[in-house]
């Protein structure tokens, strides 16, 4: 990873590769992507009816993650107090 972290967009994970020429790294983007292919081979997977429930959803899920997060890093080291993970050294 130390390897690759670089070459990323925002030094995340997960990326998309669309082609040769794109690299998405945006979870949420890769998902309404996803959406709109299946949309142009006829599969309604982003309806707009729904539309806003599903935005609800993955800003609800980004929240719920972002809380959590300081959590779960402090799981990981629970001598420290506080941080990231490029704090645990």
Known sequence: W???K??????QLPILKIGSDTTIAQSDAMLRYAGT???NK????YPQD???Q???ALGMTNDIGR???????LAMNP???GGYPESFK
């Not at 006829?42 to 997977?45: A, E, P, V």
């Not at 809380?67 to 890093?73: G, N, Q």
């Open 37 to 39: 292919l299946a949309q």
């Open 2 to 4: 130390a390897s690759i």
């Open 50 to 52: 729904k539309l806003l």
């Open 79 to 81: 001598t420290k107090a």
């Open 6 to 11: 670089p070459t990323t967009p925002f030094g």
């Open 67 to 73: 809380d959590l997060r300081p959590c779960i890093y």
């Open 54 to 56: 599903i935005e609800e």
């Open 42 to 45: 006829g599969i309604d997977l």
